[in-house]
Every structure is written in structure tokens, then in C-alpha cells.
């Protein structure tokens, strides 16, 4: 299973929006629970979206939620993050990830039963 590719980071003011991208194998993702983390300088990687590629309601970090959307076009292998009305503690590099762990539970809070980690795509939002 070959890693997941993140790519759409970059540097807005507070208040702007990026759209970041996660681009699976010709096979898929490696798992049917898919998610979106990020990670603070010298903090810990926390779970931010997740949700079934097959169907179903995603979930958000509180964090997140109203302001962000996970989203997937099947037909491009790829899964999304909208990102509306960043604010500077958005500020981190992103990831995707796909659970691996046997009895996962997809929720951004179980960020160990998470991985196929890409390198990353860093979001810097100024105030």
C-alpha cells in the first residue's frame, strides 16, 4: 500500500479559505475510513475529519466543525478538506491518513488507529 499524497497548503490572512487534496492509489486508500489530522509545532498530531468513503455522516474535531468539510470525488481517488474561515491556531502541517489499525474506530479522535501518512502539506494562517 503506497502512502497517501497530500498537496493544497499554503500561507492566507485570517478569515480566507484553502482546499486541500488527498490522493489515493490506483487502488484506493488503503481502508474505507479516511481522515484529515494536522500537527503543531511541538505538539501532537490531532484528528481534525474523518469519515466511510462508502457513505455516511463525516465527523469533526470541535475545533473544526462548521468551519471545515471533508468531502471525496470517487472518480478522481481523491479525498478534500475545505477549509473556511481559517484562523491562525489552524496554523500546522496536514495530513491524511487511512485507518489500519484492526478494530478501528473512525473518529478524529483515535489518531493511532491512523496511517499511510503522506508528507504533509503545511497551512499557515497570519492574523
Known amino acids: 500500500q503506497e502512502h497517501l499524497a497530500e498537496s493544497g497548503g499554503g500561507s492566507v490572512q485570517a478569515g480566507g479559505s484553502l482546499r486541500l487534496s488527498c490522493a489515493g492509489s490506483?487502488?484506493?486508500?488503503?481502508?474505507?475510513?479516511v481522515g484529515w489530522f494536522r500537527q503543531a509545532p511541538g505538539k501532537a498530531r490531532e484528528g481534525v475529519a474523518t469519515?466511510?468513503?462508502?457513505?455516511?455522516?463525516?465527523y469533526y474535531s470541535d475545533s473544526v466543525k462548521g468551519r471545515f468539510t471533508i468531502s471525496q470525488d470517487n472518480s478522481k481517488n481523491t479525498v478534500y478538506l475545505q477549509m473556511n474561515n481559517l484562523k491562525p491556531e489552524d496554523t500546522a502541517t496536514y495530513y491524511c491518513?487511512?485507518?489500519?489499525?484492526?478494530?478501528?474506530?473512525?473518529?478524529?479522535?483515535?489518531?493511532?488507529?491512523?496511517?499511510?501518512w503522506g508528507p504533509g502539506t503545511q497551512v499557515t494562517v497570519s492574523s
Open positions: 491518513g487511512a485507518a489500519v489499525v484492526e478494530g478501528y474506530v473512525c473518529r478524529p479522535t483515535h489518531v493511532g488507529d491512523f496511517g499511510y
Open positions: 490506483d487502488y484506493g486508500y488503503g481502508s474505507d475510513c
Open positions: 469519515f466511510y468513503t462508502s457513505g455516511g455522516a463525516p
